[in-house]
């Protein structure tokens, strides 16, 4: 792991400029951490160092190693927050391991993260850091809830998460991501990720109030592949609700407005992990605003526990392997959203929370 005279050093946001990396600058800022702004776009980041002054600002392209490394140079920490990850993930990642740096990503990609665990696991724990992909709304966050509903049981029947959006509105670098991310979808059946089945199934949900019961197609994202990582279960699928699938096709579908002091948008989400054993059924659920701002203090937590000593050592880990669940979740709770265990759960991260490390939340 880096050095201990290093945990206080600069952290490099590359995407910056974007939608979720203003959101994570903004965080960083909050706990006293100090980004560093880097990107592509000059402009962007001409204008955004001008709302930040006395922060260092890099333009580098993914495709020029050198100006990577002269942005990367001196960093505590990489937060690579500038899709598609199919093609940034592994220029950059790349970079912060010739820094010396750790490395967290926002990817909601599942082949971007599943390459990171595949590929960067070994050559993280050489580099004595840190790989840690899909930090996010789509990744982390199921992750995290799936483990906390475990509690302690050390395998599951079966693993279901739905994901519920009053609607959506994709910002320009969702809308290139999904144009560029052609892989088959994976979901976990019979112990292996497989592919998920064409067309997709749709069942009903019952969505915790204020979305009620609506139809919910099947559709992975990252999450699939952090908690097949760790995760004992032979079958893990994931649904999200049709309306904000309708928002996200329709090309006319504006980018998210600031709705609140914080810049979130109005939107409203609901992440619901339902996890069975026999005839046991343990639920997490999370409720809150805007998907992408949520993500900032997401990936921000598990830096700070990676800094403070919190993760199992170097190598490649999924937030849900690394940490203990219940207390990340308790940490970010209630300032960046709900959450609340049902039908057995809570009782286990009760235990958990009465033995557990002080969150590194202020």
Request: proline share 8%; charged share 20%.
């Amino acid at each position: 792991m880096n050095d201990a005279r290093n945990v206080n050093g600069p952290v490099v946001v590359y995407g910056a400029t974007g939608h979720t990396g203003r959101f994570i600058v903004a965080e960083l800022l909050r706990r006293g951490r100090t980004p560093v702004l880097c990107g592509r776009d000059v402009v962007r980041l001409a204008e955004m160092a001008r709302a930040h002054p006395g922060l260092r600002c890099h333009v580098a392209a993914v495709d020029d190693a050198d100006a990577l490394d002269a942005a990367f140079a001196g960093a505590v920490a990489v937060i690579n927050a500038a899709g598609p990850f199919l093609d940034t993930a592994v220029p950059v990642i790349e970079a912060a391991l010739r820094a010396g740096a750790h490395y967290f990503d926002t990817s909601a990609e599942q082949r971007a993260a599943h390459d990171v665990f595949a590929h960067y696991n070994e050559r993280a724990r050489a580099a004595g850091v840190v790989a840690m992909p899909s930090v996010a709304f789509y990744g982390a966050f199921a992750d995290l809830l799936a483990t906390a509903a475990m509690g302690d049981w050390d395998e599951a029947d079966a693993i279901d998460i739905a994901v519920g959006l009053d609607g959506w509105h994709p910002t320009a670098g969702t809308r290139v991501t999904g144009e560029r991310n052609t892989w088959p979808r994976w979901i976990v059946e019979g112990g292996q990720l497989q592919v998920l089945p064409d067309p997709p199934p749709v069942r009903e949900w019952d969505y915790p109030p204020p979305l009620g019961t609506q139809d919910a197609v099947m559709l992975s994202l990252s999450e699939i592949v952090a908690i097949a990582r760790h995760v004992r279960c032979p079958r893990v699928h994931a649904y999200m609700n049709l309306a904000p699938l309708r928002d996200l096709r329709d090309p006319s579908t504006p980018p998210p407005e600031a709705a609140d002091e914080r810049g979130r948008s109005a939107q409203c989400f609901v992440l619901d992990v339902r996890v069975r054993r026999g005839a046991q059924v343990r639920r997490s659920v999370a409720q809150g605003r805007d998907i992408y701002a949520v993500t900032a203090p997401l990936i921000v937590e598990a830096l700070e526990r990676v800094l403070a000593g919190h993760a199992p050592g170097a190598g490649a880990w999924s937030p849900g392997e690394a940490f203990d669940a219940c207390d990340f979740l308790d940490a970010l709770s209630p300032e960046h959203f709900a959450w609340r265990e049902e039908d057995g759960g809570a009782d286990q991260c009760s235990r958990r929370r009465n033995t557990s490390q002080p969150p590194t939340s202020p």
